[in-house]
Nanobody, 121 residues
Framework: QVQLVESGGGLVQPGGSLRLSCAAS????????MAWYRQAPGKERELVAS???????NYADSVKGRFTISRDNAKNTSYLQMNSLKPEDTAVYYC???????????????WGQGTQVTVSS
């Protein structure tokens, strides 16, 4: 059984910063890639940032220069550093990981439960 747990969300003023964490636990053979998505009320879930096993990153245009994704392979954890936050960044942020749970299983995607980020004065 694989579980992803996000933490670090909360209420912050415009221009402030937050750091989100996503810890993967359970039966994990290898994590190929990790990503952060977000979903605002009434809108579709969108990709915010991703990082693969070679530490190659990509970002949505709306967050380039403000957000940074990273990973700690020894801890099976990814991070999303969010700076210069704007009200439009308000959403539930979800962690995703593409991983193999054992040598006998193919890679597949797993989701965390989500953490709320609210940017408001």
């Amino acid at each position: 059984q694989v579980q992803l747990v996000e933490s670090g969300g909360g209420l912050v003023q415009p221009g402030g910063s937050l750091r989100l964490s996503c810890a993967a636990s359970g039966s994990i053979f290898r994590i190929n890639a990790m990503a952060w998505y977000r979903q605002a009320p009434g809108k579709e879930r969108e990709l915010v940032a991703s990082i693969n096993s070679g530490d190659v990153t990509n970002y949505a245009d709306s967050v380039k220069g403000r957000f940074t994704i990273s990973r700690d392979n020894a801890k099976n954890t990814s991070y999303l550093q969010m700076n210069s936050l704007k009200p439009e960044d308000t959403a539930v942020y979800y962690c995703n990981a593409v991983l193999r749970s054992s040598w006998s299983q193919p890679s597949r995607g797993y989701w965390g439960q989500g953490t709320q980020v609210t940017v408001s004065s």
